[in-house]
């Protein structure tokens, strides 16, 4: 407050962003948030990563109204827009999508696309194979595919909804990557 008050608009939005996304980390409440509230929280990400890149990754939001209050797992989206911003951007500037709705059976599908430079098909299915379990952890690290933020996400996801989610990764080398997320409204203990 006494920044704002002192004039320095841009730093009080600092201060104010890297409070919200704080706040989010702390509160341990609740496991699932809405949609709409993992959204800000991204935001919130987006503002602080900005603040270092100087407005060069750009978030374009499509969420369907429906989707709004769909419930999803806390920090799920999160560590697949890091991703992007240190492997697709290389740290650089770049577009992120994020596309939502609900299926026809109650579902909520999450697409989420970057500009960034796309990996290859042997990566590609390197990291595939990592996510499944399948991947040597030396294979791994020889190829710099740490992969850590996304298999947290995917053994979340198959933790809370088992076989009745799905996480898709696509991507070519050039083109960027897509991500889709397919997350039942029930959980598997419900």
Do not use: W
Not at 40 to 68: C, F, P, T, W
Not at 112 to 131: H, M, N, P, T, Y
């Amino acid at each position: 407050m006494r920044i704002l008050l002192r004039g320095d608009a841009e730093n009080a939005d600092l201060i104010s962003s890297l409070s919200s996304l704080l706040r989010m980390t702390i509160n341990r409440n609740n496991e699932f948030v809405s949609l709409h509230e993992e959204i800000e929280m991204i935001e919130q990400y987006v503002r602080l990563v900005n603040v270092r890149l100087g407005d060069l990754l750009h978030l374009k939001l499509s969420i369907a109204s429906d989707a709004v209050l769909a419930e999803v797992p806390r920090f799920v989206l999160q560590p697949i827009i890091e991703n992007a911003y240190l492997h697709g951007f290389a740290r650089k500037g770049g577009t992120i999508t994020i596309h939502a709705h609900l299926l026809a059976d109650g579902r909520l599908n999450i697409v989420i696309a970057d500009s960034g430079v796309g990996i290859s098909k042997e990566r590609l299915e390197k990291l595939r194979a990592d996510l499944q379990g399948e991947g040597e952890a030396k294979e791994r690290a020889s190829a710099g595919l740490s992969g850590i933020g996304l298999r947290n996400v995917y053994e979340r996801l198959r933790l809370i909804y088992k076989e009745h989610c799905s996480f898709v990764i696509d991507s070519e080398l050039g083109q960027g990557t897509i991500i889709t997320l397919i997350i039942p409204q029930q959980r598997e203990e419900e």
